[in-house]
Nanobody, 119 residues
Framework: QVQLVESGGGLVQPGGSLRLSCAASGSIFSINAMGWYRQASGKQRELVATITSGGSTNYADSVKGRFTISRDSAKNTVYLQMNSLKPGDTAVYYC?????????????WGQGTQVTVSS
């Protein structure tokens, strides 16, 4: 069974930085795209950033220039480096991955990690 386990969330002051990690484990044949989404209280879940198996990246306009997504394929891990954090970045951040355990590709989600930006 495939699992995504996130870490790295917490409380940070405006202008600060955090690094989120998400490791995929279990029966994995291959991993295609990986990404991060977030959901603020009372709002819909939104895309933050994605990265393909080839390393192509995509970012929400609101985080361009501040956040960087990367992955370590050998460790089945995706990272999100968040700099110049703003109160508006406060949300639960979810890891997402398109994984083929054996034959078919499925979409998986992590349990979420809270990021709070406040003074």
């Amino acid at each position: 069974q495939v699992q995504l386990v996130e870490s790295g969330g917490g409380l940070v002051q405006p202008g600060g930085s955090l690094r989120l990690s998400c490791a995929a484990s279990g029966s994995i044949f291959s991993i295609n795209a990986m990404g991060w989404y977030r959901q603020a209280s009372g709002k819909q879940r939104e895309l933050v950033a994605t990265i393909t198996s080839g390393g192509s990246t995509n970012y929400a306009d609101s985080v361009k220039g501040r956040f960087t997504i990367s992955r370590d394929s050998a460790k089945n891990t995706v990272y999100l480096q968040m700099n110049s954090l703003k109160p508006g970045d406060t949300a639960v951040y979810y890891c997402n991955a398109h994984i083929t355990p054996v034959r078919y590709e499925y979409e998986y989600w992590g349990q979420g990690t809270q990021v709070t930006v406040s003074s």
